[in-house]
């Protein structure tokens, strides 16, 4: 679905991203690993429009996407999560879901005073969705709870779910795990597997816990010095006597 190939960044003089070439299958959850430092943000930030690689290229399906900018993207269901706008945190949950779909295609605020009948209509329609998205990472009871009031992990799940009122084709989560307790790390879990299952979600994450990437990658990529170490299963990455030298033996 996504072919990267020798994707370079450089920030003034230093290499970020050094060559990196790999795909993403259609279908997959893919996990993206390696020390801190290895550039996995920064190509993440490539292929997502947040940055524009110094050269190489991005392909999503066979059609060169490199440099398109972030709601260009949007548009053809790549999507990137991102924390809780501070801006948005005194808004309500169900709110903070409500504003992407507008949020992220550019709406005017032109638009909203000239096509008022028409945005009431969406209005409910997508509070409607909101709510499903809610009951389906079970956390409906949160509705009209402030969004700077969740836990860390109540607002991945919302970072989550926000992915989920548009029609998301992949997905790239950037340590959607970190600092979560291990109950809240299962529902996400649950939410990540239900979404490439029964929605046909592709994800692409950058995760260091290492049983949460057994419990939901396939294939696992791992990154050093800006380039592409080893990819395989789970079970191979943790026998490859370079990834333990670069990652898992530190
Ligand atoms: P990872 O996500 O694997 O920890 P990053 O992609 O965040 O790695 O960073 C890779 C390297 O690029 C790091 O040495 C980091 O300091 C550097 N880097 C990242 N972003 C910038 C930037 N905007 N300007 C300069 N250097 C950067």
Known sequence: ????????????????????????????????IGPNGAGKTTLFNCIAGVLKPTSGTVTMSGEAITGLAPHQLFHKGLLRTFQIAHEFSSLSVRENLMMVPADQSGETLWNTWTRRRRIAAEERANMKKADEVLEFLTIDHLADEKAGALSGGQKKLLELGRTMMVDARIVFLDEVGAGVNRTLL???????????????????????????????????????????????????????PQVIEAYLGT
């Open 1 to 32: 679905m996504i072919t990267v190939d020798n994707l370079v960044m450089r920030f003034g003089g230093f290499t970020a991203v050094n060559g990196a070439s790999l795909t993403i299958r259609e279908g997959s959850i893919t996990g993206l």
């Open 186 to 240: 299962n529902t996400i879990g649950d939410a990540i597997l239900r979404l490439n299952r029964e929605r046909g979600y592709t994800f692409c994450m950058i995760e260091h816990d290492m049983d949460f990437i057994a419990r939901l990658c396939d294939p696992v990529i791992c990154m050093a010095e800006g380039g592409v170490l080893a990819e395989g299963s789970i079970a191979e990455i943790k026998a490859d």
